[in-house]
């Protein structure tokens, strides 16, 4: 009975071997396999059956045919042909325009710097601040007259 059992044990170990070696193996294929057709991938498939490319070839006959197009006016669109601007307007943008470029500006009793969140001017009056204010009105007044006031922010 001895040697009975070792021949069967050694058949047992032989098939816990080769069974495991067998999954891997044939798992090892079916991987190789799947990684070819990823390579290389069918692109079009043939059709049994593909027509023949035809052609019909038409004679079209060219005509000078000159067009001319007919001008419609347009419907009011909102905005003047000719915008009225007043010179006033004119001058107070250009004035605002030159003071704006000249900014920061230091007088002696006030100073002037531009906020462009605001769109209007800072004006930093000095000690005593109604001489300052009455010598500020009157630099405006010589310098810019188009400006009016309410375009400055006094401090």
């Known amino acids: 009975l001895g040697v009975s059992s070792k021949v069967i044990m050694n058949k047992q170990k032989i098939i816990f071997i080769i069974i495991p070696l067998f999954i891997l193996l044939l798992l090892l294929f079916i991987y190789f396999l799947l990684s070819i057709n990823k390579k290389n991938p069918q692109k079009n498939p043939t059709l049994p059956f593909s027509p023949s490319p035809t052609l019909n070839k038409l004679q079209i006959q060219q005509q000078n045919i000159v ?20 010179q006033e307007d004119i001058d107070m ?26 769109d209007k001017f800072n004006v930093i009056l000095q000690e005593p601040k109604d001489v300052a204010q009455a010598s500020f009105s009157a630099w405006l007044k010589n310098s ?3 400006l009016p006031e309410d375009r400055f922010i006094i401090k």
């Open 67 to 86: 067009l001319t197009p007919t001008l419609i006016p347009p419907a009011f669109t909102g905005a003047a042909i000719d915008p009225q601007i007043s």
């Open 93 to 118: 943008s250009t004035q605002k325009y030159l003071l704006r470029k000249t900014t920061p500006l230091k007088q002696g009793n006030f100073s002037i710097f531009f906020d462009y969140s605001l």
């Open 144 to 146: 810019y007259p188009a």
